[in-house]
């Protein structure tokens, strides 16, 4: 400990200086001063306190949710890494069993929003393994935590103002409100403001529950799909093949054309063969990293973008769509 001496006229101070504190406890106590503010603005806006006071419990700034955050799998892996890690024989297995299992509930909610049964399976299965992986994190302290950073700060404090409505509205009590680090919920992975948005109380029990009541799950998911444009008659695409000296000019979202347009530019099956004769309108697609496997994806697959803006994350749905109905 240093003594420091000033004389402020006939007065000598003594001050007691202790040694300079860490940049870590320096970064704590202001990340406490600003949970704080987040608390009061919280309140001001009708959350309750013992709401506040039970979701902010033991809540810290996690270093390891900010790591996370900067490894997004488009950047550290390849398509096919990444394809051949999602999509396993055994996920493809527990898929079909599923699409078995639920089929009643699956046939209901199909009819009631247009969306076919193993879309809503792929998207469950590539999202969570159907249940079994939804994410240890606290949804709170997760998106508390992505608030605080500065990289998108601002949407991930109000996808965390509405998760507080949430735990307010009873859907789901503050120790049950689990998911990804990046703050997705549940079976579904619904972000706050999709759960808002499209979640489903399929059962009609008073609660959108997206983590433990499948009804719930399956409703939620085709209603995001449904009303994000989802066409039941479709399907998202297929992968194709290029003639030699193709224009890869052509090779974009931006890009549509009707399948006889494609067809007569020489793109063709992956097997050779025509492309179907409906004149679905499409775009062609290669995934980054991807050694130029080339896709042909339709209306269904834009709107598998909308769930999560990843070509790696609709490529994954789409093929494991098609593998749960193959024999």
């Not at 007065?11 to 202790?18: K, S």
Request: net charge positive.
């Amino acid at each position: 400990m240093l003594k420091i001496s000033t004389k402020l006229g006939s007065l000598v101070v003594a001050v007691a200086m202790a040694m300079p504190i860490s940049s870590a406890t320096a970064a704590k106590k202001e990340f406490g001063l600003w949970l704080e503010e987040l608390k009061a603005e919280a309140q001001s806006n009708g959350i309750s306190k013992p709401i506040l006071d039970t979701a902010f419990r033991n809540v810290k700034f996690k270093e390891k949710i900010i790591t996370l955050d900067r490894k997004q799998p488009e950047v550290t892996q390849t398509f096919q890494q990444y394809m051949a890690k999602r999509l396993p024989k055994s996920l493809v297995d527990m898929g079909k069993a599923r699409l078995h299992k639920h089929k009643a509930v699956l046939d209901e909610v199909s009819r009631i929003y247009g969306v076919q049964p193993r879309f809503i399976v792929a998207l469950w299965g590539v999202e969570t393994r159907f249940g079994k992986y939804t994410g240890g994190f606290n949804v709170v302290e997760a998106l508390t935590t992505l608030a605080y950073d500065d990289r998108r700060a601002d949407y991930f404090r109000k996808e965390l103002m509405i998760a507080l409505r949430i735990l307010e509205d009873r859907h789901i009590k503050p120790g049950d409100m689990k998911g990804s680090w990046a703050g997705a919920m549940g079976q579904a992975q619904f972000m706050p403001s999709s759960f808002v948005n499209f979640a489903v109380d399929h059962d009609k029990d008073g609660r959108r529950d997206i983590w433990t009541t499948k009804p719930d799950v399956f409703a939620s998911a085709a209603n995001y799909l449904s009303k994000s444009g989802w066409r039941g008659d479709q399907t998202w695409g297929r992968e194709v093949k290029l003639p030699a000296n193709f224009d890869k000019n052509l090779i974009s979202l931006k890009i549509q054309k009707p399948m006889q347009e494609w067809q007569d530019l020489g793109v063709r099956k992956v097997n050779g063969t025509d492309l179907p004769s409906r004149q679905l309108v499409g775009s062609l697609v290669q995934p980054k990293g991807g050694n130029g496997q080339t896709f042909l994806v339709y209306n269904n697959y834009r709107t598998i973008l909308k769930w999560n803006y990843s070509t790696y994350f609709a490529m994954s749905v789409g093929q494991l769509a098609d593998k749960l109905v193959s024999p």
